[in-house]
């Protein structure tokens, strides 16, 4: 059995899983609360299930991102929170040898993190930014949402036919 350590920050020591053999695994759970993903941009809660792998080249990075966070429904406006999750997986290549203490090519990928020189793996920039591809681009309220309906004053009066083709059109997009 595999432990799954709990953590509600973005380090995790791997000098262990890094002196491991080829395909060991150990799994970890990260909290955050408040977590920020640019300068005015933060999701109130950030759930992640992750297995870290040892491979050859380091230490691979698998898992699902769950965030909550506040929205605004692209169709009526209600503000609501909404839960959204998104899967990925990276690699880290630590940066000095866990056995010999001699340092490490750097990696020529740039989509590589590095592991630093005190074996700690700081998920804080991929958590990041697999959190911001989480963010729905058009959230929606929910399945009773009203649409654009609720937006048009008076929108019951047939007596203007302006208004009913705009309705209509309104109406034929967010089907
Ligand atoms: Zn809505």
Redesign the pocket.
Known sequence: MIATHLHNDTVINVAQLLKARVGAVRTVTVQLDDFALDEDLRVRKLEAELRLTRIASGILVTGEVKITSPQV??????E?EGTYSESFEAEFWPSIDVFTGLPLPAPTDDEIFVIDENHQLDLREILRQVAILAQPIKP???P????FQ?LLPGHEDVGDSRLAVLQALLEERTD
């Open positions: 429904c692209a169709r009526c406006l209600t609501f929606v309220c929910g009773d949402c009203p649409g609720s």
